[in-house]
């Protein structure tokens, strides 16, 4: 695989700017790991210092950074920069689905909003520690939202925007949020009512925590208000004041909790703390990202998904930011919009995910070259492998040979990005996150557990010291925690995903091993789908496997069976996707359906996904062992279609 040195015209400035520099520091890092994570802590400000750096105890699934520390994260995303001189410098460039508007929002101006909408928050009766839901797109007030709730302390639960009224209903009940953050209508591309409100009050009477519903006009449309329950967003702050303290908060006191799907039905309410997490965005965000005080920096990802936490708002604003936020699509009005986006407003690092570029790449060059793209240095990617033509294309197309490609590896739990090539310093090979950041210590384990050294060779990847970003428990459930990072492999965090080493030391991420799928980056449980479309009148079983799918990566496949009697027909067909949108949303529709008669189980009836992902895949001339299989002759059915 060739590897790609760091471009001529690159100049790193974030500290360490060779390899060798990279290395040593990482050596560091290892040898001494509190001394470099103290150094790294004090970026930010505390109230108080932290008495310990790290008491996590992976033995006992215990995580803990910066203990008795004092800080708050609105303050440090904010307050500080109006300290040192900032106040006028722009934080947000929101860019409005219509390309005509756009809006800044600077860093005085964000306190203004956030101290006032914090204080409507004390007056609703919201107090440090409540959860409060945010279901919103991609507009200014979303993110002054997470952020007042950070300076009173409430801890935040946003929920994708793209999520059914089921889906909201259930986050909210699982974490028992007393107040609802959303907007009359959500505006993209060419979908001008996406009825956000509307959901809501399909499911607010049976959430019986939820006392009061927020609603931003954004459409300006009449919606339904019920009295005693419903505000608009100027209402909610009319007559608070403009100044709100900010809430001194334990490092381990919860920021915020965002579900994520897993291998079994119901999602896991990810919680993250404030002092770690917040030390860990800040850091990683200036470093992977090369992050200058005067840089234009855009992550198009939706702030309904762990990167747009990380990347949009505690890591980019903590350092001062000037970002572009983004309601739109990358194809309305056409298919040059990120790249006129990125003239207009002259983007210097971009970050997005392959599946957008795919999408793009295939509409030819011309949407790109005719925008002046030459403000761009560093281009990022997450969310799933970039593979082979969207790099070269990314690199060649978009960054004119100039940009380092930041391919960022990491999840909703390890609150940051964990693998990345640093720009400046670390040469890239396309496909792979290349290596660990310093004091990142990962390793590939086989089934026993064992590491393995061998170069090449495929198994679990895992991490075999915490650092501050991890998550701290699945909330309510710690027990799940347990079991889901810290059984498989005693004493590690287990990721969930396959990876294997090559002869440079260079990790290769080969996708999840549980039954968890990368749908357009978007992560989604096989069992959840299953269960939605269990739920579809007339079927009586689903089996649900991810398939190559050019342009999402992972593509949706259901195998279905019908109760007796029941005929498949487009009807029925019709009935499952809409059940699978309305019980979890559009983004979880599988791309194929194939009805059958039975699904391939061993005697002790468990289903043999091995085979089905063959026939997904159209590799059915070996579909391997089927000794085990209790009817062998559902095989013959299944090929028949
Ligand atoms: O399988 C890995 C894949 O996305 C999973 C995490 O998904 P989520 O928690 O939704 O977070 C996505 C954004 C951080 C991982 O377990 N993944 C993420 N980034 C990459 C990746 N796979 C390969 N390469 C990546 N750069």
């Not at 994260?73 to 219509?98: F, M, P, T, V």
């Not at 090369?290 to 998904?305: E, F, L, N, R, S």
């Amino acid at each position: 695989m060739k590897k790609y040195s760091v471009p001529k015209n690159f100049q790193s400035s974030v500290g360490y700017n060779t390899f060798d520099n990279y290395q040593s520091l990482r050596e560091k890092a290892k040898q001494d790991s509190n001394s470099y994570w103290e150094s790294v802590a004090k970026r930010i400000d505390w109230f108080d210092k932290w008495t310990t750096v790290n008491n996590s105890d992976y033995s006992k699934a215990h995580i803990e950074w910066f203990s008795n520390g004092k800080l708050n994260a609105s303050y440090n995303c904010i307050d500080r920069h109006i300290e040192n001189g900032l106040g006028e410098k722009i934080a947000l460039i929101w860019q409005s689905n219509d390309p005509t508007i756009s809006k800044n929002v600077s860093y005085n101006d964000l306190l203004e909003k956030v101290s006032l909408f914090a204080n409507g928050l004390k007056r609703a009766g919201i107090k440090k520690g409540d959860r409060v839901c945010i279901y919103m797109q991609m507009i200014p007030e979303a993110i002054v939202a997470m952020l007042a709730c950070a300076r009173i302390g409430a801890v935040h639960s946003v929920v994708f925007g793209a999520f059914s009224s089921d889906a909201l209903k259930n986050r909210i009940n699982d974490s028992e949020c007393k107040l609802l953050i959303t907007q009359d209508n959500g505006v993209r591309g060419l979908k001008f009512d996406i009825p956000m409100k509307e959901n809501a009050d399909k499911i607010a009477d049976d959430c019986p925590s939820l006392k009061t519903v927020v609603m931003v006009e954004r459409s300006g449309n009449e919606m339904f208000m019920k009295e005693g329950r419903d505000i608009t967003w100027n209402q909610f702050i009319d007559g608070c004041s403009s100044k709100c303290p900010a809430e001194v908060m334990d490092a381990e006191d919860p920021l915020f909790i965002l579900y994520t799907s897993g291998s079994t039905g119901k999602p896991k309410g990810v919680m993250h703390t404030t002092g770690g997490y917040l030390v860990y965005t800040s850091h990683t965000h200036e470093l992977v990202f090369d992050y200058h005080q005067d840089d234009v920096y855009w992550c198009t990802a939706d702030i309904g998904w762990i990167t747009g936490h990380s990347y949009i708002v505690y890591g980019p604003l903590s350092n001062a930011v000037t970002q572009v936020i983004f309601e739109g699509v990358p194809n309305y009005p056409d298919f040059g919009r990120f790249w006129q986006i990125v003239e207009q407003h002259k983007v210097n690092v971009f970050y997005t995910a392959p599946t957008a570029l795919r999408a793009l790449m295939k509409e030819g060059d011309d949407w790109v070259t005719k925008y002046d793209l030459s403000s761009l240095k560093v281009l990022g990617t997450v969310g799933e492998p970039i593979k082979s033509p969207e790099w070269h294309w990314y690199f060649n197309v978009i960054g004119n040979e100039q940009c380092p490609i930041v391919d960022t590896w990491w999840q909703t739990e390890t609150g940051g990005i964990l693998m990345s090539p640093i720009p400046g310093c670390v040469p890239t090979k396309p496909g792979s996150a290349t290596l660990p950041l310093p004091g990142i210590i990962p390793a590939i384990l086989d089934e026993e557990g064992n590491e393995i050294t061998e170069r090449n060779t495929t198994g679990y990847l895992v991490m075999i010291q915490s650092w501050p970003g991890q998550m701290r428990t699945v909330y309510g459930d710690h027990q799940r925690f347990i079991d889901t990072y810290f059984s498989q492999a005693p004493g590690n965090y287990f990721t969930g995903d396959g990876a294997y080493i090559d002869e440079d030391g260079y990790f290769w991420i080969t996708g999840r091993v549980d039954d968890v799928l990368n749908v357009s980056g978007h992560r989604i449980g096989t069992a959840e789908v299953e269960g939605a479309i269990g739920a579809a009148s007339g079927v009586a079983e689903a089996a649900v496997i991810g398939y190559s799918h050019e342009i999402k990566g992972e593509g949706i496949y259901a195998f279905v069976t019908l109760m007796t009697g029941v005929e498949a027909s487009a009807e029925i067909e019709q009935d499952i996707l809409s059940t699978v949108t309305k019980i979890i949303g559009p983004h979880a529709k599988p791309s194929v359906i194939q009805f059958c008669s039975g699904l391939p189980k061993t005697r002790s009836g468990k289903i043999m996904r091995r085979i089905l992902k063959k026939i997904a895949q159209n590799e059915t001339d070996d579909l391997g062992d089927t000794s085990t299989l209790a009817d062998p002759s559902v095989i013959d059915s299944l090929l028949e279609k």
